[in-house]
């Protein structure tokens, strides 16, 4: 029996029911309480009681049947007052068994914190060293690209001068011989002709800026790095707030994004290696979440602000320029 609402009648001990009602319990729960402990004990149903204490449909007396042949051969001489005391030494009991239950839970929850704390540190750490990794490869990647372009400008320096000795009939000898670090002529079949390697993104991204300051490196400088500047704007809101929709949709025909970056293709075609796509007949470049990649973002945000940086960025490239 689950609750107060049958109409059947219960069998109780008699006896045990009216020590109960000594020890103050209403006589409804302690016939429920004797129903429900199979009438074995008064220890039993004050357990009962007090784990049920909280269910109102005990408070509605049942139909009760005093069964002799469950009575208790040996009826209790306890005094009402001795009756309590044992009610209250029950309770301590139930109330110290609880306690103990619930220490126990809460070493183990406890346990849990900390090992699901260790996860996440873990967890945190390996991200870091790999984003670490990653800067460092980046960075090198730049010097190395720095490196290479002021050498080249060296080299259209130093043939700048002789030239201008040819057209003076001056001698060349010797400011050839003081080439402090002569470079042999790029053999342009030879750089056609190299074996193809599988490009990573950042690679794909970094040659994409290369193109876009190689295409237009009659502008104005200030203008190229303007598109690096808004570029960058871009790739770090959605990096730093990617739940936000109006970080993930540029609309092509706003004036500023027009003006900035659409209209130049490789601006456009470093959003969609950044992972945004435009859907056909939609005026709106979208990043969805589902194609959005933090570390991806991250690149691309340090490319661009490296390209920002460095005066000789993509200028002295040798590949060919893109149609």
């Known amino acids: 029996m689950s609750d107060g609402t049958e109409n059947a009648a219960i069998e109780v001990n008699h006896g045990l029911l009216k020590e109960l009602e000594d020890m103050g319990f209403s006589m409804a729960r302690a016939a429920w309480a004797l129903h429900h402990s199979g009438n074995s004990s008064l220890e039993a149903a004050v357990n009962w009681i007090i784990d049920h204490e909280n269910e109102s449909q005990f408070e509605n007396m049942p139909l009760v049947e005093f069964n002799i042949e469950i009575e208790s ?73 720095e490196k290479k372009a002021r050498e080249k400008i060296m080299l259209k320096v130093n043939a700048d001068k002789l030239e201008r000795k040819r057209r003076l009939g001056l001698p060349t000898e010797t400011e050839s011989a003081s080439t402090s670090n002569p470079v042999s002529p790029l053999d342009p079949k030879r750089i056609v002709m190299s074996s193809p390697s599988v490009v990573s993104k950042a690679e794909e991204m970094r040659e994409c800026l290369r193109s876009l300051r190689r295409n237009h490196k009659d502008e104005d400088p200030r203008i190229t790095r303007r598109v690096f500047e808004t570029l960058l704007t871009i790739v770090r809101n959605v990096a730093k707030k990617p739940d936000e929709e109006r970080y993930r949709r540029i609309r092509l025909k706003n004036r500023l994004f027009h003006e900035r970056v659409g209209r130049y293709k490789e601006g456009i075609e470093f959003m969609e290696l950044c992972g945004f796509k435009r859907v056909e007949g939609s005026e709106f470049l979208s990043l969805s979440k589902r194609d959005s990649d933090i ?26 320029e893109r149609p």
Not at 134 to 142: G, P
Not at 306 to 317: E, M, Q, R, T, V
């Open 295 to 320: 570390n991806r973002l991250r690149d691309a945000a340090f490319l661009l602000n490296s390209a920002s940086a460095n005066p000789f960025f993509g200028l002295l490239s040798t590949e060919a």
């Open 73 to 145: 051969p040996n009826p209790s001489d306890d005094t009402a007052e001795t009756s309590h005391a044992r009610a209250k030494e029950l309770s301590e009991q139930a109330r110290k068994l609880r306690e103990e239950q619930e220490t126990k839970r809460e070493r183990e929850r406890e346990k849990e914190r900390i090992r699901a704390g260790k996860e996440l540190m873990e967890t945190k750490r390996i991200a870091e060293e790999n984003e670490r990794k990653r800067n460092i490869a980046l960075r090198k990647a730049e010097k190395d690209e």
